[in-house]
């Protein structure tokens, strides 16, 4: 639904509109004055990357049902406008931060971005020379006429438009050229200091090639131009019904990913009508998908000034992950395991114990067979790595590679190819369904037979992002959990019928309906007057069924507290609705990625920990994992760690309002008052920090 979420009584919040909510509380930490200033810069550049995303993954539905100016399912005429008008005061809040606020803060503290106009004149010799040497080479300009057409413009690619007078070298008055600045040129520069001065000044590339047009027209007079790009269409679509070989087409499609359906066109803010209107023209966008904007078209690329400034004070304390509080240093992980399962709450605890674990594996001489699934690891892996040594080592490995993991095919692809080249058996799970579950299984031959150790997780194995995003990881030697784990992996190489699993709950098979089993049973022992409590923490909401599901159980009275990051179609304390319903959303310093599903009927409870948010696509489009977790210590462990914490934080922390709009949990929602709230992040960051 668009527009005001409840014109009718029980509906759910429209998703797109959702996840630029989101991109707003991701924003707030650019505003937040107790945040380091190159970190709010930070916060700017990553709202620029999901609005990135948000365009080439969502918006082509809406601006195709527009141009055919009919309902297309959910998407409609009126559904592009309210949603381009949305993303439009995105925007405009982003630049005015960054023009406004950070900048001048910046300057303050001795770093500045130089315009042409502020530069003095050495320094507009320093720019000259640098561009002839090592810009202009690399630039090759583009004179349209019919001999050269309107060129193919990149995907998220920086380019500039210029309008010329006078005549070309065969007296023509082709006035338009085009000029596409390769990627492999870096998106700001650090200038050489002055003398004496500790400030640190920099020349973004857009600017020094504006400042210099004219010369790459010798002969002719540049009269207006601007800097441009253009967003594509990018998620990648296979018939994986009709391809005979996935790993090649998918590597087709990669090569035409950047030249997909255009979908938004960002400009200078200065830019003329006769060029805008020429380039909307140009990528057939209507007059909405024009974006003017007071500054770099990219502000993802803020990323590459940030990483040049040399000011600690400037940027987050760094937080040095401890070992875990369960693991002894040197002890072996088969030995430890099977005295206990163990958890793993990263990146408080360090991700090297995994990686500890699976290089274990490797060096063990009776360990026979390791199988993983791989679903975004990196492009350079040391796990990719241990698992080649494995095969040279005469052990069985077997990855699940699953390579339309989106932005990640081409990295998988090349996985996929050196583990195969080695001798590893690779599959790439079942035809139709992402592999997402995360699951590591190592077979071992002991005294009294075969045994099997295995990994499971909430995130991925990615020693960069293991960094950044909070998941927990859970080591077990539990002998029905990994036999499951063993059919599983059977089930996705051989693609037989599973079995009956003994304790773990897999989709497409079986997850959504267990979840929805279990919403509903808390919905009818709350109706007979039993007290009912359901916690969730996840990513996104945005399965109907689910979110339908857990409305009944509110209106029988359970009481219901969901922590969802990101996108939330469960409207809250809606009355008649979801009046025991809470949404709280935690935006922090760590990207929360951890998925824990909480129910307790009566004294009865249980804990699941899953690789799958509440999304369509994760119950009935996915190999997705869900396994309880039973050992007393480790629940109250996570209940108190990633659902008590979350639950009371109000620093970090916005609610969900029944009209769909979030508020700060905390009452002073910004400024000094910050201080006296509570975080959830930075308890654990302190609790596991003294610990190490």
């Not at 969502?58 to 008008?85: C, F, I, K, M, W």
């Not at 920099?202 to 540049?222: E, M």
Request: include cysteine; charge should be positive.
């Amino acid at each position: 639904m668009i527009g005001n979420p409840l014109q009718q009584k029980q509906s759910f919040l429209d998703r797109d509109h959702s996840i630029l909510a989101f991109n707003e509380r991701v924003m707030d930490w650019a505003r937040r004055p107790d945040v380091p200033l190159l970190e709010r810069l930070r916060y700017l550049s990553i709202v620029s990357s999901n609005l990135d995303e948000f365009f080439e993954v969502r918006v082509a539905p809406h601006l195709t049902a527009a141009r055919a100016n009919e309902q297309r399912g959910p998407y409609t005429s009126s559904s592009y406008e309210q949603l381009s008008d949305k993303v439009h005061a995105v925007v405009a809040q982003q630049y005015a931060i960054y023009n406004d606020e950070l900048l001048p803060l910046l300057e303050k503290k001795g770093i500045k971005l130089i315009s042409h106009g502020e530069r003095n004149a050495r320094q507009r010799r320093w720019v000259k020379e640098f561009f002839i040497k090592e810009v202009q080479p690399l630039l090759m300009p583009v004179g349209l006429d019919p001999a050269h057409p309107f060129p193919q413009v990149a995907n998220k690619s920086l380019n500039f438009i210029v309008r010329l007078t006078g005549k070309d070298a065969f007296g023509r008055e082709n006035e338009i050229a085009i000029v596409k600045v390769p990627r492999i040129l870096p998106r700001f520069f650090r200038m050489p200091p002055v003398k004496g001065s500790r400030q640190t000044h920099f020349v973004s590339i857009s600017s020094l090639i504006r400042s210099h047009l004219n010369d790459l027209f010798p002969g002719r007079q540049v009269t207006e131009f601007s800097q441009f790009r253009v967003t594509r269409h990018s998620d990648l679509a296979v018939d994986e019904e009709e391809v005979k070989n996935l790993r090649t087409a998918l590597r087709k499609g990669l090569q035409q990913r950047h030249y997909g359906q255009a979908l938004r066109l960002e400009v200078s803010a200065g830019c003329s009508l006769h060029l805008s209107n020429f380039l909307l023209e140009q990528f057939a966008l209507p007059e909405r998908a024009l974006y003017r904007v007071p500054g770099p078209v990219n502000l993802v690329r803020l990323n590459q000034l940030i990483d040049q400034v040399d000011a600690p004070a400037l940027r987050f304390e760094t937080y040095n992950a401890g070992w875990p509080a369960q693991l002894t240093p040197g002890q072996s992980y088969f030995e430890r395991l099977r005295q206990g399962d163990v958890l793993i709450h990263q990146p408080y605890e360090s991700f090297d114990a995994v990686l500890g674990f699976l290089r274990e594996a490797v060096e063990d001489p009776d360990v026979l067979a390791i199988k993983q699934t791989i679903y975004r690891t990196g492009a350079k892996s040391e796990l990719m790595n241990l698992l080649r040594e494995a095969v040279r080592r005469g052990k069985e490995v077997t990855a699940v590679v699953e390579l339309k993991a989106r932005f990640d095919e081409e990295a998988n692809i090349n996985y996929a190819e050196r583990l195969e080249s080695v001798g590893a058996q690779v599959v790439y799970g079942v035809v139709g369904l992402k592999t997402h579950a995360k699951m590591l299984l190592v077979t071992r031959r002991e005294a009294n037979g075969l045994r099997r150790y295995a990994h499971l997780s909430t995130g991925n194995y990615n020693p960069a992002t293991a960094r950044l995003y909070t998941d927990l990881s859970y080591l077990t030697a539990d002998d029905a959990l990994t036999a499951d784990l063993e059919q599983i992996f059977l089930h996705l190489a051989s693609q037989n019928r599973l079995p009956r699993l003994n304790k773990a709950l897999i989709a497409p098979f079986h997850l959504h309906k267990a979840m929805l089993d279990k919403v509903e049973a808390a919905g009818a022992a709350a109706k007979a007057g039993q007290d009912a409590r359901i916690v969730l923490k996840m990513n996104a909401l945005t399965d109907e069924p689910l979110a339908r599901a857990l409305a009944v159980a509110s209106q029988h009275g359970v009481k219901i507290d969901l922590v969802v990051r990101g996108a939330c179609i469960l409207p809250a304390q809606v009355p008649g609705f979801t009046d025991n319903v809470r949404v709280r959303s935690v935006i922090g310093r760590l990207l929360e990625h951890s998925r824990v599903s909480y129910f307790r009927i009566g004294e009865t409870d249980e804990l699941w920990l899953s690789s799958a948010d509440w999304m369509n696509r994760n119950m009935l489009r996915r190999i997705e994992l869900a396994w309880p977790v039973t050992d007393h210590a480790l629940r109250n462990r996570i209940i108190d760690e990633c659902l008590q914490a979350y639950l009371h934080d109000t620093k970090d922390a916005w609610l969900l309002r029944p009209d769909g709009t979030y508020v700060p949990a905390g009452a002073s929602g910004s400024g000094k008052g910050r201080a006296t709230l509570h975080s959830a992040q930075a308890s654990l960051m302190a609790l596991y920090g003294s610990r190490g």
